[in-house]
């Protein structure tokens, strides 16, 4: 049978209006004849038995199902602090004209037009008509704490305090969730509605909601109360919404708790300012490497100053297709785009009236409380500076800032070292305004990559039209199986000097293929080694570490040599990879077999005189995600080898406009996509071997654990070669609710909640379940033929930061158990971005979104895991043998990639899902 969601009832509803008007019984109010009608004619129709409406008033029923159904629209579709809710008081709902020629969505539309004027109008009292229980918080929501297991009885007053007599007609919840009840001793219904006499108060509750469920959580649910009222002789119905959650929080739960409610942080509005600028006291000395440029918040004034172009120029530029002449511009002008962007974005974080106090063992340093820097909002590392002026000082005509520039980061504190000229008047909590800037070191690393790039002459590398080196390469390699190919290839320099692309799904071996196989041929030792300088290169930090602890296996640790950043946090570093922070000179660096770097950090090589020609191969791992110009700052014109997958994360950018304007196409992407030497060619569609391999094998994940993203994404091409004895250790696992198929959904109730001045979202109620299954995981020793686990071969996952940060709070920190086990702190927890290029044996997801208020939000900032098929994708293709999902089942069921399963048609997933929520653990592929 069809499950009965409100969305389904509404389309079942609509449906029989239109039949009764097609049959000419639109205006029938005839109970029995209506339900005959139902009944007899239109319930069977289409071999579908659709849910029995019976024993009350049909009309009346379909007129609640379409409110509660624009209710729950403007729910979902808008966020609450537009969610205006406005009660069409003065047009009874069932008034509302349903024309045949009008669809159901637009009849919908049509009353919720109507319905969105005031969202006060239904949560206070109208007619003097009052909900209220005991547990009231404000504005229509009632909240309850409650203990899982025991019952929890609400009590809600329906009274009326106005000057006349009002009806009650009825009460029902917009949505069924499990766990929820109501009793309500008068039996109030449209067949039976109950007489609110004018100032008569509630001795007892009108409505008793019960509450129980064995699971920690969030449990919300919206009731709907329907009441009529005669004005001047004609009725008019109205309608008033409470918003009822039940809370049940454990101990961890609570110590994990918002430790202040959500303050976001207000924009720091001033007027223009005259000031003097006081240098303060730096540990690294900042490079020059391209010209620095003063902070822009206008477009025009980059364009007509810095780039002198006007404002119709810079838009044909943006328009125009990208040539070898018109590339530096271009690609300028875009970089200034996310710049302005950026710069928007960080004054959000302004700060005033902030103290600061002098740091205890440094005394010459002051430390400065930045809520939300542990999570990087704002970004501030080590080497940036801010700005502070005297708040004091801020209404003078003319005052001074102070340049502090960051010598730590410690949690939320940041410790900044000013001139002597402040430090000599400071004392303790003397009060600042604060600006905070980034470093604009990796956009001039980028401005001077895409400017040169026509001096040095890379358009056979950026737009290349031939191979000078066919001759070198052999043919006969095409039967060998693709790592092989894609390694003669590249030694033999077949694409020269166009790059060489190495692309393929997750787990193919891409960066094995082309780093480890490749690197190691380069770096036997003796004659041939001495030939070949590698420079191996990847956009994130996390991806440069792995790629350095997988050549450490193969090549002397002598030959290779992993730069870091010096703004980079040495703890952030493994401890297999720490290296020290000082760079080697130029001569030493250039004896070097091997350098791994991020992109950006590449370009202190070419600042640092490396000469062009020097490296022989440059090696780009996880090209996909990097910007294209950040791909060429290292680049000196030699072979250049890119290793991605266009499906998995890309660039990861702020501005709107520069995105639009492809700035977050990668390289790799726009190579595949536009060039015609990297696309499939002839009657087979393959790629020419010469410039590019695609592998297929995949050596990481159990079949299970592939299967969805195989299909969603690589058309079923993926071949399963994993280890087998890997990819089946959890097959016999206790706690899979299917055996043999190591994918668990848990579908967890919780709520997204954010804390003092952060943006992030947490999600306690998910933590919670992360933690169980992580002990169960490390408890399962030996049994049943599973191996002992080490910590450092589990990954948790989750798309927000504060989610990153909660979780390590309640593993590292309030869990007795997990706190003190051997190597706990190697057990990674990271967004997606960390964990490109990574897997684990085991992985565990916590999705967080609970709220469908923020998926716009999400969606716009390019957050979380809904609307993003790459995050998706990313994320659950880590796991080698396991692969835990822990989220809300209603809203992941909403986005399309989540809830895609071609075997279950659009109810069936529902109820999929919620039967989840029911049976508390489901597994998603599990049914069939
Ligand atoms: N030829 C091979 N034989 C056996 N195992 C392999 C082979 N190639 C790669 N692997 C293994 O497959 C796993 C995935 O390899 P790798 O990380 O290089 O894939 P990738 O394509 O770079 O993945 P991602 O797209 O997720 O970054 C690793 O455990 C690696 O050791």
């Known amino acids: 049978m069809a499950p009965t969601t409100v969305r389904h009832n509404l389309a079942v509803g609509t449906e029989f209006i239109e039949y009764l008007e097609q049959i000419g019984k639109a205006t029938s109010i005839h109970r029995d004849e209506l339900k005959e009608i139902y009944n007899e004619q239109f319930r069977y129709r289409w071999d579908t038995r659709h849910p029995g409406v019976l024993g009350r008033p049909l009309r009346a029923r379909i007129s609640l199902l379409v409110f509660s159904a624009c209710v729950s629209e403007m729910e979902t579709a808008t966020p609450i602090s537009h969610a205006f809710y406005t009660l069409a008081s003065t047009v009874p709902i069932q008034s509302i004209p349903i024309t045949a020629g009008m669809g159901k969505r637009r009849r919908a539309q049509a009353i919720v037009q109507q319905l969105k004027r005031d969202r006060s109008k239904v949560v206070a009292s109208a007619e003097g008509i009052e909900v209220s229980s005991d547990h009231d918080v404000s504005d229509g929501r009632i909240k309850f704490e409650f203990l899982p297991g025991k019952a929890c009885n609400i009590s809600l007053f329906v009274q009326n305090k106005g000057s006349k007599t009002v009806t009650f007609s009825l009460y029902e919840p917009l949505r069924k969730i499990h766990g929820f009840t109501f009793q309500d001793p008068q039996g109030v219904s449209r067949s039976h509605p109950l007489l609110l006499h004018e100032g008569k108060r509630a001795l007892e509750p009108n409505t008793v909601v019960n509450f129980s469920s064995n699971f920690y959580g969030y449990y919300p649910i919206t009731v709907v109360f329907e009441f009529s009222s005669s004005s001047s002789g004609i009725e008019e119905t109205f309608y008033l919404v409470r918003w009822i959650a039940g809370i049940g929080r454990s101990q961890l739960a609570k110590e994990l708790a918002p430790k202040a409610p959500y303050r976001p942080y207000q924009e720091v509005t001033r007027k223009p300012l005259t000031f003097t600028l006081e240098d303060g006291v730096t540990k690294v000395l900042p490079i020059d490497v391209y010209p620095n440029r003063p902070s822009y918040t206008v477009l025009a004034h980059i364009m007509t100053l810095n780039m002198r172009l006007s404002v119709p120029l810079c838009r044909e530029l943006l328009n125009a297709t ?53 999570e990087h909002r704002p970004s501030v590392l080590r080497g940036d500076h801010l700005l502070a002026s005297l708040s004091e000082e801020s209404k003078f005509e003319v005052f001074t800032q102070y340049k502090g520039y960051v010598h730590a980061v410690e949690l939320e504190k940041v410790k900044l070292g000013f001139s002597q000229k402040l430090l000599n008047k400071f004392v303790d909590n003397m009060k600042f305004d604060v600006t905070f800037t980034f470093n604009r070191l990796p956009l001039r690393l980028q401005h001077r990559a895409v400017t040169s790039a026509r001096e040095l002459n890379l358009r056979d590398v950026l737009m290349p039209s031939i191979s000078y080196s066919q001759d070198l390469y052999d043919k006969n390699l095409e039967k060998n199986p693709e790592q092989v190919k894609a390694v003669n290839a590249i030694v033999s320099g077949s694409s020269r000097p166009a790059p060489y692309l190495v692309f393929g799904p997750p787990g193919t071996g891409k960066t094995v293929t082309i780093v480890e196989k490749v690197v190691a041929f380069f770096c ?60 080697p000179y130029k001569e030493e660096l250039m004896c070097f077999r091997v350098i791994i770097t991020t992109l950006l950090t590449a370009g202190r090589l070419v600042s640092g005189g490396i000469p062009a020609g020097h490296f022989t191969h440059i090696f780009i791992d996880e090209a996909g995600h990097a910007v294209e110009s950040e791909c060429i700052v290292p680049n000196t014109g030699t072979q250049l080898v890119l290793a991605g997958d266009p499906k998995q994360l890309g660039p990861i950018l702020r501005s709107p406009v520069a995105i639009k304007h492809g700035l977050n196409v990668s390289l790799l992407e726009r190579l595949m996509t536009q060039n015609s030497l990297y696309q499939k060619t002839g009657e087979h569609g393959t790629y020419n071997s010469q410039f590019v391999t695609k592998l297929l094998r995949n050596y990481r994940s159990h079949p299970d654990i592939l299967n969805i993203p195989n299909g969603l994404f690589y058309e079923d091409e993926l071949q399963v070669f994993a280890d087998e004895i890997i990819r089946n250790s959890y097959c016999s696992w206790e706690h899979l609710p299917k055996p043999g198929f190591p994918v668990i959904f848990k579908g967890v109730m919780g709520q997204d909640e954010r804390e003092e001045n952060s943006p992030s979202f947490f999600n306690v109620a998910e933590i919670e379940e992360v933690v169980t299954y992580l002990k169960k995981i490390l408890q399962t020793q030996g049994k049943k033929g599973i191996s002992q686990i080490s910590p450092k071969e589990i990954g948790i996952i989750t798309p927000y930061r504060k989610q990153v940060e909660k979780i390590r709070k309640a593993i590292r920190t309030f869990d007795k158990e997990l706190k003190d086990m051997k190597d706990i702190q190697e057990l990674k927890i990271g967004s997606v971005e960390e964990f490109q290029g990574q897997e684990r044996k085991v992985i565990i997801v916590s999705t967080v979104r609970s709220c469908q208020d923020y998926v716009k939000m999400d969606e716009d900032f390019n957050l979380g895991f809904l609307n993003n098929p790459k995050r998706f994708n990313v994320t659950v293709t880590r796991a080698k043998a396991l692969l835990i999902l822990v989220g809300n089942p209603l809203i992941l069921s909403k986005d399309p990639t989540w809830a895609r399963n071609p075997k279950y048609d659009k109810y069936d997933r529902v109820l999929h899902f919620e039967e989840s929520l029911l049976l508390g653990n489901l597994n998603i592929a599990g049914k069939k």
């Open 322 to 374: 990208l040539t070898m002449e018109n590339y530096g511009e271009r690609f300028q002008l875009l970089l200034h785009l996310e710049e302005i962007q950026m710069e928007v974005d960080i004054r959000k974080y302004d700060m005033k009236n902030a103290p600061m106090v002098r740091d205890g063992r440094k005394k010459n340093l002051l430390v400065l409380n930045v809520p939300g820097v542990a």
């Open 524 to 583: 036997p030792g003796g004659e041939m080694a001495a030939r070949f300088h590698i420079l191996a290169c990847a956009p994130s930090n996390s991806a440069s570490d792995l790629l350095c602890e997988r050549l450490l296996k193969h090549i002397d640790t002598r030959e290779i040599y992993r730069m870091n950043a010096r703004s980079r946090d040495p703890k952030t570093i493994p401890a297999v990879i720490r290296e020290c922070y000082m760079y």
